[in-house]
């Protein structure tokens, strides 16, 4: 479990210093916002070949010689980005670095889901929560770097962070309690997305997946547009720094209330949180509107992957790729959007996306939570 959790941490801090550093990549490499939207996308392709190959295999393969080897190749490829000469090249590497961390992400909820199986969603929003708080020191990371270093040295100190969690797997024996997964085969496929809880996952996670995208990549480069000074290199700091409270409040409410009717109240207060925020806010009222939001955005991920996971526990190692792949169709779709609308109006104006994507959420929770198959019920 601390090995996983690190590892995750390390992963949010890899992932919010990219975004921190979008506005840098744009200067140094002198490229369009067009072309910073690739980085998303790019970045998703590694990570679902690795979910979609070692996922579904999760109860034949050795868990603990594919941990090892998705945490030695992070490393290696966060050195190599932190010498890319080109954009290009760059573009590559996050590719290279999305798969080596999507070998250890295709193994660690199934692991989790087996050690802890009276207490999965709680073990998973808390396994969320470290990634929270490894994303919210991601940009901190950055501005402490950047002003005193190159932006390369950013991936040095991560690539650094990889080695203990290398060395504490190491010395682990192999994980007990996995030994019940099942295998999974394209026959399984239909029944498995039958299912209310997955199905209800899959669709909610689209929209999940590309609410967080467009915060992660472009809410930088919105604080740009919009403050000046010290506040601009912490705003997606204050949006992350809700993830870490708001995933140990969702690990305490997932075990209380139902999947359905929690997710259901938060959908509908991030759509007014949203609208709030990018529709006249300003100042320091936005600022803690964008807090607000990110308290209620960080429960809806692990909140829904618990959800899939609950209706079909044998297969956890499955829905968690399915759950996955959901996202990254999201994650990586979204931001290119938002910077094609960003390079024909402005950036402020693309991100008026995020209200609709709230409310489209919410009518997909509500729709769920109505279903007339009892979903609510079934799938908590």
Known sequence: MIAIFLFVGITGATIQARGALVPTFETFFGVSKSQLGLLTPVGTVGYLVAMLTLGSASGRVDVRRFLLAGVALTGVSLLALGAAPGFLVLLGLVGMRSLASGVFRALDRPTLSHLYPESR????????????????????????????????????????????????????????????????????????????????????LVFVGSIESIYFTWLPSYADATFSGWITGV???????????????????????????????????????????????????????????GLLVSGLFPTLISMGIEAMPSFSGPVNVVANVATQIGFSTAPVIVGVLADATSIETAILVQIGLAGLLALVMVVLELGPTGTASAVS
Request: hydrophobic share 50%.
């Open 235 to 293: 705003v997606l700091s204050i949006y992350l720094a809700a993830y870490v409270p708001g995933r140990w409040l969702f690990s305490r409410l997932s075990d209380r209330f139902s999947f359905t009717r929690l997710l259901v109240v938060t959908t509908v207060l991030l759509t007014g949180l949203t609208y709030l925020a990018f529709s006249g806010a300003n100042g320091y009222v936005l600022l803690g509107s964008i807090f607000g939001v």
């Open 121 to 204: 969603a709680r073990m998973i929003n808390l396994q969320e929560m470290t990634w929270a708080i490894g994303a919210t020191a991601g940009p901190l990371l950055v501005t402490a770097i950047v002003s005193q270093y190159s932006w390369r040295a950013t991936y040095l100190v991560l690539a650094a962070l990889t080695v203990p969690v290398f060395v504490l797997i190491w010395r682990l024996d192999a994980p007990t309690g996995t030994t019940n997964e099942r295998s999974f085969g394209l026959s399984d496929l239909r029944p498995l997305l039958a299912k209310p809880g997955i199905y209800g996952m899959v669709v909610a």
